[in-house]
């Protein structure tokens, strides 16, 4: 299943409090596309979302999404222009 880092967990909850501040709210992640995945900040998932939960972040995953982040790691950064990078590295084993 995805793990969040320590500091991507402190950035999801974050994000999605300034953005969405509601009790199930959380970061979805879907794909992937052409172009990634796609992320947004939503009030709760969608029916048949995954649900990863890291401290106080919560993230849904799409199907498509979490077939493919099974084994991965999410980390974050804030760019010095404040926005917010995400990365995707495997798990070790």
Do not use: C
Not at 10 to 20: A, E, F, H
Not at 44 to 62: F, I, N, Q, R, W
Request: no cysteine.
């Amino acid at each position: 299943m995805l793990t969040l880092t320590e500091n991507a967990s402190d950035i999801v909850t974050t994000l999605v409090n300034k953005q969405v501040p509601s009790e199930n709210g959380g970061l979805r992640i879907s794909g992937p596309g052409a172009e990634g995945f796609a992320i947004a900040a939503v009030l709760a998932g969608e029916p048949g979302d995954t649900l990863v939960e890291s401290g106080e972040a919560k993230v849904y995953l799409e199907d498509g999404a979490s077939a493919v982040l099974d084994d991965k790691i999410l980390d974050a950064q804030v760019t010095p222009d404040g926005n917010v990078q995400f990365q995707i590295a495997e798990q070790p084993r």
